[in-house]
């Protein structure tokens, strides 16, 4: 439990190319400095890959590095736009020349170029500007405001009559007037055009985009509503010496923010709201609505409030499309989108009476993988349609019939289109759930070319050039090195470039836990982790990961390594461990990620027991000899354990644990369990404080006081229950000065040392 880069080492992260794929660069921290520094490899050419041995980075050359490639290239990908330290750069990528095009102590960010090529649009504050690349001419295309318009005060029925009246009495006044009246029209009309001031009142500004023809701004607006209530953290341990307060989220069910998508018209220099009224299915309720006790009465027909992302355009700038998300999440629509007409043209609808999600599929604020082929006509995209993450296309000119160009019982996890446009790079987990290789295929589907060969987890990023990738790599038991393979040669040997882990890391032999499968109740499949001691001992702990949606059951380096090591110490003691992918975990597809749907703690726990059975069965474990543990969901599955199965387990460890899902935040929360006025059952029916009168074996409950995502009163409200339904089996640990994630290594080392002394005794 250690401070890991002390006597673990510091893998390499953040790998990124030069422009002329010559350079990788990368995060790493071989000296166990406080923090990472910036290392680089270069590369020469041959029949066979050579490269230099990783060099750091000096101050002054880094200083001067263009920022790492993101899609703001040209289209011939001969140039690309940066930001650094809050300015706008442009580079010439054949010759690494770089020219500076503002300079300025405000902060400017998000370039891309124009769609003719000819300006780089970016954002300063509020507001969209332009350069012209050969002139320099600065152009400010918005202007978005702050607050509200001050109107002129209105004259009174007295001041009107009096104006009218010294006018009408006054021939030299009137003549004056009209004179002044007409330099001023004549003014105005030699003034150059400005855009048209848009006060945004309390509203937030969201993704202003420029049109690729100049002439539309589309932009979102969100207001907070006033009734909205933050969570307070209370920090005790602080400089001042006072309690302090930490101003966390709000919690699931709170009012959300009121989300609406507008269009300026810079040449008619108008503003107009989009309407969704007419969107198939906007008016629909969800299901849990329409029966049950909470079954309304209301059967109005009412657009359920959406959130519109995009527009993404083709490369002609001819076709635009945007992604409508119900804040429900029960549905998403791609539709074709006329800035000109406001119309939108359903292209795609994925429906879910759960929640819509899987890799690919993007957010409320963000439209998923997507982008047109080299037609310009279609459009490539991720859905969930047939229940895993696949890629899709579709004309969405036409809105012709959608061509599946993936398909089996693995995810999509990501995508990236080569330069040419005629076949894709992506990432999947086919050849077993628990690995990832990287693949080429077609635009138009068909044969997938594997190109990584090493059994874990390989995490590529590409060169500009296509011709190599950088392979971020881990094993079970090796953590996170850094490798290369070059494309282009016949044999495609990965070149390992680092060597992270230190003598005392490798001088004990870490294990590399079985993988297997477990029988479901269901007749599903549970992928599992399973560690076996030399000598049974009939003792056994079973690991719950946290979020939910996380997998850890996989072939790779776990981000929990802490937890990795120590169940290397519980087999060292003679415990079988077992780590499992319960229901709702990552890169099974969506039935398996909705199967917690309006009950958490239900088949997610029922995985588990059916696994407790299964070492029992199959391992030499004693069904009385049980323990589990986890954090944060973890934590929450432990709980639900203790109390609504306390024959199979006999002591666990809740860490962080989620006592009640009506405190949680919202959007995790409704997804799963929708909002708890509307949906009291489902929270009822997954919060353990609900069932706390169930403890018989021993439970530990460790949390950090200052944690700002499962707060610490989550296990004060818990600890309440405890004492009044006179429960004695049970403690507490706390720790004032740790948030969700430990840091401190005396925390972690507390922390466990407690877990182990629970299974030791209690075991």
């Given amino acids: 439990m250690q401070d890991p880069k002390s006597w673990i080492g510091t893998s390499p992260s953040n790998p990124y190319w030069s422009d002329d794929s010559k350079t990788l660069y990368f995060n790493w921290n071989p000296d166990k400095n406080k923090s990472d520094s910036l290392y680089k490899v270069t590369f020469t050419g041959g029949k066979t890959i050579a490269a230099s041995q990783p060099q750091k980075v000096a101050p002054a050359e880094r200083r001067l590095l263009p920022t790492e490639p993101i899609a703001a290239f040209n289209r011939a990908r001969t140039q690309r736009l940066f930001e650094r330290q809050d300015d706008i750069f442009w580079l010439d990528v054949k010759?690494?020349?770089?020219?500076?095009?503002?300079?300025?102590?405000?902060?400017?960010?998000?370039?891309?170029?124009?769609?003719?090529?000819?300006?780089?649009?970016?954002?300063?504050?509020?507001?969209?500007?332009?350069?012209?690349?050969?002139?320099?001419?600065?152009t400010q295309l918005t202007d978005f405001r702050p607050g509200t318009k001050k109107a002129d005060p209105k004259p009174t029925d007295e001041e009107k009559f009096l104006k009218q009246d010294q006018l009408r009495l006054s021939t030299v006044l009137k003549e004056r007037k009209e004179k002044k009246d007409e330099a001023d029209r004549i003014s105005k009309a030699d003034l150059p055009k400005r855009p048209k001031e848009i006060y945004l009142d309390d509203k937030q500004l969201a993704n202003p985009q420029v049109s690729p023809d100049n002439r539309f701004v589309t932009y979102r607006l969100s207001k907070t509503p006033s009734n909205t209530k933050n969570a307070q953290v209370p920090n005790y341990v602080t400089e001042s010496g006072y309690t302090e307060e930490i101003r966390a989220r709000t919690k699931v069910g709170a009012p959300l923010l009121t989300q609406e998508f507008f269009v300026y018209d810079v040449a008619k220099d108008t503003v107009r709201a989009v309407s969704v009224n007419g969107i198939l299915g906007i008016n629909d309720k969800p299901e849990y609505l329409k029966t049950g006790s909470k079954a309304k009465a209301d059967t109005a027909k009412k657009p359920r409030p959406v959130t519109i992302s995009g527009p993404v355009w083709s490369d002609d700038g001819k076709i635009g499309v945007v992604v409508v998300r119900s804040q429900d999440n029960k549905d998403r629509w791609i539709m074709r989108f006329d800035p000109e007409?406001?119309?939108?043209?359903?292209?795609?609808?994925?429906?879910?009476?759960?929640?819509?999600?899987?890799?690919?599929?993007?957010?409320?604020?963000?439209?998923?993988?997507m982008g047109f082929l080299a037609d310009n006509q279609t459009l490539w995209f991720q859905s969930e349609a047939d229940g895993y993450s696949h890629l899709y296309s579709l004309n969405a000119l036409t809105g012709g019939p959608k061509k599946q160009l993936t398909s089996g019982k693995f995810e999509v996890q990501q995508v990236l289109m080569a330069k040419d446009k005629t076949h894709f790079f992506i990432q999947t987990n086919e050849?077993?759930?628990?690995?990832?290789?990287?693949?080429?295929?077609?635009?138009?589907?068909?044969?997938?070319?594997?190109?990584?060969?090493?059994?874990?987890?390989?995490?590529?990023?590409?060169?500009?050039?296509?011709?190599?990738?950088?392979?971020?790599?881990?094993?079970?038991?090796?953590?996170?090195?850094?490798?290369?393979?070059?494309?282009?040669?016949?044999?495609?040997?990965?070149?390992?470039?680092?060597?992270?882990?230190?003598?005392?890391?490798?001088?004990?032999?870490?294990?590399?836990?079985?993988?297997?499968?477990?029988?479901?109740?269901?007749?599903?499949?549970?992928?599992?982790?399973?560690y076996k001691p030399e000598k049974p001992s009939g003792k056994s702990v079973v690991f719950v990961h946290g979020a939910g949606y996380l997998q850890n059951a996989h072939k790779w380096w776990s981000q929990y390594f802490r937890e990795y090591m120590f169940h290397n110490l519980l087999v060292d003691k003679g415990y079988t461990v077992l780590d499992i992918d319960y229901r709702a975990s990552s890169g099974y597809g969506r039935d398996w990620r909705t199967g917690i749907y309006r009950h958490m703690g239900g088949k997610d726990l029922t995985d588990h027991v059916d696994a407790a059975k299964w070492l029992v069965q199959t391992q030499g474990v004693d069904a009385n000899r049980i323990g589990i543990y986890g954090g944060s969901y973890g934590g929450f599955i432990t709980l639900m354990a203790m109390f609504t199965t306390p024959d199979v387990f006999k002591a666990g460890a809740a860490l962080r644990p989620v006592t009640d899902w009506a405190a949680y935040n919202h959007p995790y929360t409704a997804n799963i369990l929708n909002e708890p006025q509307s949906d009291s059952l489902a929270y009822n029916?997954?919060?353990?404080?609900?069932?706390?009168?169930?403890?018989?074996?021993?439970?530990?409950?460790?949390?950090?006081?200052?944690?700002?995502n499962v707060h610490f009163q989550d296990t004060v409200r818990l600890m309440q229950r405890l004492i009044e339904l006179r429960k004695e089996n049970w403690e507490v640990a706390a720790y004032p000065m740790e948030d969700h994630g430990f840091v401190e290594p005396t925390s972690w080392m507390d922390e466990y040392k407690r877990i182990l002394k629970l299974f030791e005794e209690r075991l």
């Fill in 341 to 369: 007409t406001l119309k939108l043209t359903l292209l795609d609808r994925q429906h879910d009476e759960a929640w819509i999600g899987g890799p690919g599929i993007g957010s409320a604020n963000t439209p998923g993988n």
């Fill in 431 to 530: 050849v077993h759930p628990g690995e990832q290789h990287y693949y080429r295929m077609s635009v138009n589907g068909g044969e997938r070319v594997r190109l990584t060969t090493m059994t874990g987890a390989n995490e590529v990023t590409l060169s500009p050039d296509e011709t190599r990738m950088a392979i971020r790599y881990s094993a079970t038991n090796k953590p996170w090195e850094l490798y290369v393979v070059d494309l282009k040669a016949s044999q495609k040997t990965p070149l390992k470039l680092t060597s992270s882990t230190t003598d005392t890391f490798k001088s004990y032999s870490w294990r590399e836990p079985s993988l297997v499968t477990i029988p479901a109740r269901d007749g599903q499949t549970i992928y599992a982790r399973l």
């Fill in 685 to 708: 029916q997954s919060s353990p404080i609900y069932f706390a009168e169930g403890l018989k074996g021993y439970l530990l409950i460790c949390h950090g006081m200052v944690d700002v």
């Fill in 95 to 138: 010759t690494g020349r770089i020219r500076q095009l503002t300079n300025t102590v405000e902060a400017e960010s998000n370039p891309v170029f124009s769609g003719d090529e000819q300006r780089v649009i970016f954002r300063r504050t509020n507001n969209l500007f332009s350069i012209n690349l050969q002139t320099g001419e600065l």
